[in-house]
């Protein structure tokens, strides 16, 4: 074996609930230098794939000009920069950390996904509950400049309910897994607290559709994001 194309497969629903969509999340890809010129007919295999929507969550260097070539689009991933800081919660508001606790909190769907995705190990679960309401977050470790003291929310349930409960959240994530600030996509977790500034340069997330799927369609969960640590 000299090459190789990992991708994760998954199939998610659609914007507007009317059905379900198949997705080639492409991932890591590694060609022995000697072998490289060969590398691109990995790719366009992965995209002759009838049916699939296409998405690369974390190109780098030459990939992205390939994608774009390609066909891809970019995802809007203007983010906000959080400080993880131990603020005291405000009344009425908890965060939920235990497999039972948050079994409990969350309804069918979302209970699909928590189980779905309870052992991935790159995915971090808590509930943030407000009052009687409550929000399910996935979470991961990420890094920047090699250090990886950086929280990314991948999945926000409901992303109002996450705006009304603070600083709870990320107090939580510096608290529980030692990280000092919170990345927070505007698309995955709406309104970012006041206690934040913008990401001068977020990552580059990109995606391909043959069935003209819209951005808010796309989502993190089911991907390397979500299973492969680094």
């Known amino acids: 074996m000299v090459g190789v194309y990992l991708a994760f497969y998954s199939e998610r629903p659609v914007a507007d609930g009317t059905g379900s969509r198949k997705v080639c999340n492409l991932a890591a890809w590694c060609v022995l230098e000697e072998h490289r010129a060969h590398g691109v007919r990995l790719v366009r295999a992965m995209l002759r794939q009838k049916g699939y929507d296409f998405v690369d969550l974390s190109p780098s260097g030459n990939v992205v000009d390939l994608n774009t070539r390609l066909g891809f689009e970019f995802l809007d991933t203007t983010s906000a920069m959080v400080p993880n800081v131990p603020l005291p919660s405000r009344r009425g508001v908890r965060v939920l950390t235990r497999p039972t606790d948050i079994e409990r909190a ?71 897994h030692r990280t000092l600030v919170t990345l927070a996509e505007h698309r995955v977790a709406g309104r970012p607290p006041r206690l934040s500034r913008p990401q001068r340069a977020p990552r580059r997330r990109m995606y391909r559709s043959p069935h003209q799927t819209p951005a808010s369609s796309i989502d993190y969960l089911y991907s390397e994001l979500t299973c492969v640590p680094w």
Not at 107 to 120: M, Q, S, T
Not at 127 to 149: I, T
């Open 106 to 176: 969350l309804p069918e769907h979302e209970l699909a996904v928590y189980r779905d995705h309870r052992h991935a190990g790159a995915a971090w679960h808590f509930v943030v509950q407000v009052g009687e309401e409550s929000c399910y977050v996935v979470a991961r470790r990420d890094r920047r400049k090699r250090m990886p003291v950086f929280a990314t929310l991948l999945h926000v349930s409901d992303p109002a309910v996450l705006a009304r409960a603070g600083h709870a959240p990320y107090r939580h994530l510096l608290l529980r």
